[in-house]
C-alpha cells in the first residue's frame, strides 16, 4: 500500500512541478491517474448499495477492501464482520468486531456480532461481557437478548439462559429461533421432551429455518425416535447424510456417558 500511494503521489504531483510547461498530460496519464484516484477512494454509496444485491464472497471481497482502506469506517467494519461470520470464520470476526470497538466502543451493533462470533468460536464465556454491553444499549433488543441466552447455555447457566430467553421471547412472541434455542436449552439440561414441545411451536409457526428442524430431528433422536427424526432430517439435507447424523445420535446415547458428553460439546 505505501508503494501505491507513493507512486500515486509521484504521478499527481508531476503536473505541478511542471506548472511552467505548456505540454498537457497524455490520454494515457490522465487515465492512468484518474484510475489510481478511484482505486484508493472509498466506494460511494450507491455502491455500497448495490453490493448487498451481489453474492456473498463479492460482497465479502468488497467490504474486506473498504475496510482495509479505512480500518475506521465504521460500516465496513461492521458489514466485513458479519460477512465474515456468515462464511465461517467466526474467530476472524471476532478480530474485525475487537478492532472496531476500539473506536466505537459503545456501538450496539458491532458488539452484538462480537459476542455473536465469540460464541461460535467456543468463547461463550468471553462473549457474554459484550452482549451485556450491546444490552445496555438496547435494553429491549430481542436480537441480543437470545444471543445472550446463548452465550449463557454454553456456559453451563441454564437458568439465567432461560430467563433471558423468555425476555426476549415476550418482545417476539413468534420468533422461531427464540423458541427453539428455548427447546435447546431444555434439551442440554436434559430434559429432551420439554425441548420437543418448545421446538414443535417453533416449527409449527412456518417461519422456522432448516436449522430449527435439524435441532428438533436432534431431540426426536435423543428420545430414540430415530425413524421420525430421520424422515425431518431428510426434509432439508440428502437421506443418506440424514441417516448418519441419526446413527451418530443414536451411538451417542446408548454409550455409557454419553449425554454427558453431548453436553460437552
Known sequence: MRHFLRKFLLLTALPLGLAACTTPM???EVSLTSSMTRSI???????????????????????????ELNPADR?????????????????????????ALALFPDDRDIL???GQALIEDGHADSAISFLQAALKQAPNDATVLSAL???YDQSDRHQLALQTFNRA??????????????????????????AESWLRRAVNLGTADAQVRQNL?????????????????????PEGVARENVAFVKSMITRPQAWTALRGD
Not at 465496513?76 to 465474515?84: D, G, Q, S, Y
Not at 429461533?177 to 442440554?188: E, F, M, T, W
Open 26 to 28: 497524455s490520454e494515457e
Open 169 to 194: 421471547l415476550a418482545l417476539r412472541p413468534n420468533d422461531p429461533k427464540i423458541l427453539s434455542n428455548i427447546g435447546i436449552s431444555y434439551a442440554l439440561q436434559g430434559d429432551p421432551k420439554t
Open 112 to 114: 452484538l456480532v462480537t
Open 75 to 99: 460500516e465496513a467494519a461492521l458489514k466485513l464482520a458479519r460477512i465474515v461470520r456468515t462464511i465461517g470464520n467466526p474467530s476472524r470476526a471476532a478480530a474485525i468486531g475487537n478492532q
Open 149 to 151: 441466552g446463548v452465550a
Open 41 to 67: 477512494q472509498p466506494g460511494s454509496r450507491t455502491a455500497r448499495d448495490d453490493i448487498e444485491r451481489q453474492d456473498i464472497l463479492s460482497q465479502a471481497a468488497f467490504w474486506a477492501k473498504e475496510h
Open 217 to 237: 430431528a436432534l431431540v426426536l433422536g435423543l428420545q430414540g425416535r430415530f425413524e421420525e427424526a430421520e424422515k425431518l432430517a431428510a426434509m432439508d439435507m
